[in-house]
């Protein structure tokens, strides 16, 4: 009887810890990921990325005082970040894909070059990111919305 309860006892303990085992695994691994890519786009401590948010794998940061900014994309597998220069930039706006029937496929972030104005294009939502389409996207979108303002009061100042 002892053993028994023992064993079950010993059953449930292990298959509680071991997901909060690899949540926590996960969690440092991301971590150091998203460390490790801002000090390579930190270009030798010229940028410090002091704000920094992060939603559906996507994390988004920026250096206000020195303009710098930094989108990252960890979406199925992939790393992907994208830097820009916000010394060098006029202006930012949030721009939507749609497909025939109106559905968005994707968002992009539009930076316009202060010199040659030439769009700069830094993808953000993709349809094929998001595994029940379209989920994500308002929220995405609400993120969005925000951080433009943010690099846009940064740009002015």
Known sequence: MDTSVTIIGIALA??????LYFSLR???LNKAKIKAIKEKHSLNGAFD??????QN????????????FLVMNFNKGKEEASF???????????????EVD???VKVDF???DKISGQKIVIPFYSIED??????????????????VQIIQDCISS
Do not use: M
Request: hydrophobic residues 30%; contains cysteine.
């Open 130 to 147: 998001d595994q029940i389409r379209q989920v994500c996207l308002h929220e995405d979108q609400q993120l969005g919305k925000k951080w």
């Open 102 to 104: 109106d559905t968005i």
């Open 14 to 19: 292990i298959i509680t810890l071991l997901p």
């Open 84 to 98: 820009i220069d916000l010394n060098h930039v006029k202006s930012c706006r949030l721009v939507p894909t749609t």
């Open 57 to 68: 794998k996507r994390i988004l940061t920026i250096d206000k005082k020195n303009k710098g």
């Open 26 to 28: 996960s969690n440092s």
């Open 49 to 54: 990325f002091d704000l920094t948010e992060s």
């Open 110 to 112: 539009e930076f316009q």
